[in-house]
């Protein structure tokens, strides 16, 4: 009994109730004919009913039997649905390896985490969207104030919150604000191929020296010269916390570590303390 009821727990969801709301985020998404839309959780169908009206093809990736079966016969007639029987984390995207794919989904909250991950490190996903709770997204997009995540994440992906949702735009109603999350992938990365994994590096040191600025996490990396340099040069207080920091002024920061250590190796340390290397094994996002 126990089991069964954590089940039902995992694969609970809040399904959209209104099909010209549903249109309208499927149209916020500008997904077309030429798009292969690989579907999360299609729950009762309302979602996927929009996509396949607009785009070439669409692949609904359902976990709960029961759902499945009515799926399948709600869509048996529609040519361009795929139903498949699978949990979204454990399915390999088989689009042909010239191909780029979008991905849409109303996905669980209790998942979030996982999915958004998955679907960073795929590399043939060109877009996005998703429906989650608003703090996840907040988390995701840096929004108000930027994360360790939207840090990592935002020199190649642009992800933002699209449209703020009402709890009673579900059924059954959520007791959490839900938002559309994007999230495209940049045609030109904001740094090269080769500097991806000392850019996290970097990151990580910064967010992880449990220290109460930058300036101090840094001060075996920069000296205070340099700090007030690079604080005037790149527009940020002397005392800036890693949350105050643009991903735009994180990659300021990176461009000068990464010229006064090229020739040299990483001046970076070791994590100094168990706990630490807890929460950046919790939050790590390897470059996609």
């Known amino acids: 009994m126990e089991t069964r009821q954590r089940k039902q727990i995992s694969l609970a969801q809040n399904f959209l109730k209104n099909p010209k709301l549903v249109q309208r985020l499927v149209r916020m998404s500008g997904i077309g004919l030429s798009d292969t839309v690989y579907e999360i959780g299609p729950g009762n169908g309302i979602i996927t009913a929009a996509l396949a009206s607009v785009a070439g093809r669409v692949i609904a990736i359902e976990k709960d039997p029961k759902l499945v079966r009515c799926l399948r016969e709600r869509f048996r007639t529609v040519a361009n649905v795929e139903i498949v029987e699978k949990d979204f984390l454990n399915y390999s995207l088989r689009a042909g390896p010239q191909a780029r794919y979008k991905i849409f989904g109303n996905i669980p909250y209790n998942r979030t985490a996982r999915i958004v991950r998955k679907i960073l490190h795929e590399r043939r996903v060109n877009e996005a969207y998703l429906i989650m709770q608003k703090e996840a997204a907040k988390k995701f997009s840096g929004c108000p104030r930027e994360t360790l995540f939207s840090i990592l994440v935002k020199p190649f992906f642009d992800v933002q919150i699209a449209l703020q949702l009402k709890r009673n735009d579900f059924r059954p109603i959520p007791n959490v604000d839900s938002v559309l999350l994007s999230i495209k992938r940049r045609a030109s990365p904001l740094i090269e191929a080769q500097d991806a994994t000392r850019y996290c590096e970097f990151v990580q040191y910064g967010f992880g020296r449990w220290k109460p600025s930058l300036k101090l996490a840094f001060k075996n990396v920069f000296t205070y010269k340099q700090w007030k340099h690079l604080a005037r040069e790149l527009a940020f207080p002397l005392n800036a916390t890693p ?46």
């Open 243 to 288: 949350t105050e920091l643009s991903v735009e002024q994180w990659l300021g920061l990176f461009t000068h570590y990464a010229k006064q250590s090229a020739d040299r190796p990483s001046s970076l340390a070791a994590p100094e303390s168990s706990r630490q290397v807890k929460r950046l094994r919790s939050e790590r996002t390897q470059p996609p």
